[in-house]
């Protein structure tokens, strides 16, 4: 089943913070992190495989509650270049399909 | 590292014609994966491979798809008799491992007029 993401987009100014959330209905092995832009293909950002696990990349972190079946993705003092589509990505206990079920994606505009 | 492969990059088909694409994952990734991505929407799993075994292929989303990944290197997906509901971005990604990052292609944009 397809995780939910929200906000479905955020305007932000050059610097400001942003908080994307992602939430399953079912439980969760894995939640990967990818970004695109538009006419390109999505990018890696990271991949959360524990719950309650905490990973960090340069100043975007993300978080993973397995117990809430949640994971956030923190972006903090945002520059124009994190403007995009943020998706995440989940898999289920077991690999299932062992493909990722996406969500409909965060659109994040960075305004200078 | 050329990273993923994809061609062609653009396919205009009319409705009914068949369509072949293909996909050249990193060289050493054993992994391949096709992913069919519409307007607005996240990437949807089609089908995926490990070496030259097609280990899932019941998201396909009709019989009318098929794909092929010969000798384990590159992979073809197939659409026959196209219809305008399969216009969409295709997707091609490729990992070493499980739960590895995948590394997208540019896709195939299909549009069935």
């Known amino acids: 089943q397809q995780p939910v993401q929200s906000p479905q987009a955020v305007i932000l100014r050059e610097g400001e913070d942003a908080v994307i959330n992602c939430s399953s209905s079912k439980a969760l092995y894995s939640v990967h992190w990818y970004r695109q832009k538009h006419g390109e293909a999505p990018v890696f950002l990271m991949i959360?495989?524990?719950?309650?696990e905490q990973k960090g990349h340069e100043k975007i972190s993300a978080s993973f509650n397995e117990k809430k079946q949640q994971s956030s993705l923190y972006l903090t003092a945002s520059q124009l270049s994190y403007s995009g589509t943020y998706f995440c990505g989940t898999e289920a206990p077991g690999g299932g399909a062992d493909g990722l079920t996406f969500g409909k994606g965060t659109h994040l505009i960075i305004q200078p | 590292d050329t990273g993923v492969s994809q061609n062609p990059r653009h396919k205009i088909t009319k409705r009914g014609q068949n369509v072949t694409f293909r996909c050249d994952p990193i060289s050493e990734h054993n992994r391949l994966y096709w992913y069919r991505q519409t307007l607005g929407q996240g990437p949807e799993f089609l089908t995926y491979f490990q070496n030259e075994a097609q280990l899932e292929k019941s998201r396909l989303l009709s019989d009318r798809f098929s794909a092929e990944r010969p000798k384990g290197s590159f992979s073809t997906l197939e659409i026959q008799r196209t219809e305008q509901g399969d216009s969409a971005m295709y997707l091609c990604?490729?990992?070493?491992?499980?739960?590895?990052?995948?590394?997208f292609g540019s896709g195939t944009q299909l549009s069935v007029l």
């Open positions: 990604a490729s990992s070493l491992v499980r739960n590895e990052k995948l590394f």
């Open positions: 959360l495989l524990k719950g309650g």
